[in-house]
Nanobody, 122 residues
Framework: QVQLVESGGGLVQPGGSLRLSCVASGRIFSIYALGWYRQAPGKQRELVATVTSDGSTDYEDSVKGRFTVSRDNAKNTVYLQMNSLNPEDTAVYYC????????????????WGRGTQVTVST
């Protein structure tokens, strides 16, 4: 199995910063894509940011210029640096990974973490 564990969430004032981390463990041959998604109460889960193995990144429009996604391949870890946070960023943030699990099978499978709460409020 593959496990993803997020950390770094919490309560922060508007304009503040947080850094989220997600560590992947288990049977992993390689990881193609790592991403962050979020879900606010009453809303659908949405993509926040992704980074692929070649370093290509993608961001949701509302976080461009404020959030930065990065990865440490040696540690199977992805980070999300969040700056200039506003109340609209309040949500549970989930880590997602596209994982190749063996040398024999070249396909990639999706895995999800449990999520970490980010609350932006005075």
């Amino acid at each position: 199995q593959v496990q993803l564990v997020e950390s770094g969430g919490g309560l922060v004032q508007p304009g503040g910063s947080l850094r989220l981390s997600c560590v992947a463990s288990g049977r992993i041959f390689s990881i193609y894509a790592l991403g962050w998604y979020r879900q606010a109460p009453g809303k659908q889960r949405e993509l926040v940011a992704t980074v692929t193995s070649d370093g290509s990144t993608d961001y949701e429009d509302s976080v461009k210029g404020r959030f930065t996604v990065s990865r440490d391949n040696a540690k199977n870890t992805v980070y999300l640096q969040m700056n200039s946070l506003n109340p609209e960023d309040t949500a549970v943030y989930y880590c997602n990974a596209g994982v190749r699990r063996s040398m024999t099978y070249a396909g990639y499978l999706d895995y999800w973490g449990r999520g970490t709460q980010v609350t932006v409020s005075t």
